[in-house]
């Protein structure tokens, strides 16, 4: 399930993206569709949910059925809904989670981690190759305050998702590291996609779930 930030900018661009994906739908339904797809119950509650003032935005995951759910009960039967999943994995997304660049891009490597720094995430980036995605993150560009919230229990998480996720399939994907820095390389690329989306929930959980995180 592709992640979205629930920030105004981002919904603003899912708007765009959801009037060009779906023209004939009315404009109130397709928001209260996308937002029932980030499991929201109404667009307002979505919209009132990006105008707190914390500091980490709300994590919802996209989910392609409560779409077409939520159309269903307007009206509209038998939507085409493959187009929902790329709005949020979209590289023009105003906020993203994590990026993805071909291998050796080292300007994008660096302008990635000055920008995951500015806003005290984690690294999480997809390195792509010929075939293979290279899935790498680090916690180097967030305040050390974070780092007692990364404990083994954390990195045994990580690794399950990792084996749940890449097993079975090709490649034969090598896993390295820990909660604070690791690799995966050799995945095909939907899955270091969705590991992507994974690793930055468990990475931004414990932060979110503390009051310091807050903004006073």
């Known amino acids: 399930m592709p992640i979205f930030l629930v920030t105004d900018d981002n919904i603003e661009f899912a708007k765009a993206e959801v009037r060009q ?7 109130s339904h397709r928001l209260e569709a996308f937002a029932a797809a980030l499991n929201f119950r109404t667009y307002a509650s979505m919209l009132a949910v990006s105008k707190q003032v ?9 989910v392609q059925d409560r779409f077409s759910s939520r159309l269903a009960q307007l009206g509209y039967l038998a939507v085409d809904e493959s187009a929902l999943s790329r709005i949020p994995r979209s590289t023009a997304v105003p906020l993203l989670p994590w990026v993805e660049f071909k291998s050796g891009d080292r300007a994008s490597n660096e302008r990635w981690f000055r920008e995951c720094k500015r806003r005290d995430i984690p690294n999480i980036r997809i390195e792509m190759r010929t075939k293979y995605a290279e899935l ?7 305040d050390s305050r974070h780092d007692d919230s990364r404990d083994a229990d954390l990195s045994r998480a990580m690794f399950a998702c990792f084996q749940a996720r890449s097993y079975p399939g090709p490649g034969r994907p090598i896993y390295q590291g820990s909660a604070m820095v690791g690799s995966i390389e050799r995945l095909l690329p939907e899955v270091a996609r969705d590991i992507a989306d994974d690793y930055f929930k468990f990475l931004m959980k414990p932060i979110k779930e503390t009051p310091a995180a807050k903004v006073a």
Do not use: K, M, N, Y
């Open 136 to 142: 790498h993150w680090d916690c180097i560009s967030q």
């Open 21 to 27: 994906a779906w023209p004939d739908v009315r404009t």
């Open 54 to 62: 914390v500091a980490f935005p709300s994590i919802a995951s996209l």
